[in-house]
């Protein structure tokens, strides 16, 4: 599968963005869904995930509450919707595939997005 996530710009704190990772190739809905983000110096980090259904979704709790992640398997899209932003969620953000049920372990997932930036001032 081969995905490419896209959305993220320059916003304030307290703004919203929704970020959309759209994927090609087949059985789409075969595979678990992940987003992560990445700052220069640091360990990619896991911020939420859904399961192939769209029933089961696990978020860190640094964004509880915050942001959803969501999934259409009829266009072979994932969302994330990010609400009341932070700086601190300033970030590189990757959509990830994988074909097992894994959460937080970056190097569980198969396929990557190119990432998509997202800055937020204060």
């Known amino acids: 599968v081969q995905l490419q996530a896209f959305g993220g710009g320059l916003v304030q704190t307290g703004d919203s963005l929704r970020l959309t990772c759209a994927a090609s190739?087949?059985?789409?809905?075969?595979?678990?869904m992940g987003w992560f983000r990445q700052v220069p110096g640091k360990e990619r980090e896991f911020v939420a995930r859904i399961g192939r259904s769209g029933v089961i979704t696990v978020y860190d709790d640094s964004v509880k509450g915050r942001f959803t992640i969501s999934r259409d398997n009829v266009q072979n899209t994932v969302y994330l919707q990010m609400n009341s932003l932070k700086p601190e969620d300033t970030a590189v953000y990757y959509c990830a595939a994988s074909t097992t049920a894994v959460s937080r372990d970056h190097t569980r997932y198969n396929y990557w997005g190119q990432g998509t930036q997202v800055t937020v001032s204060s």
């Open positions: 190739g087949r059985a789409f809905s075969s595979y678990y």
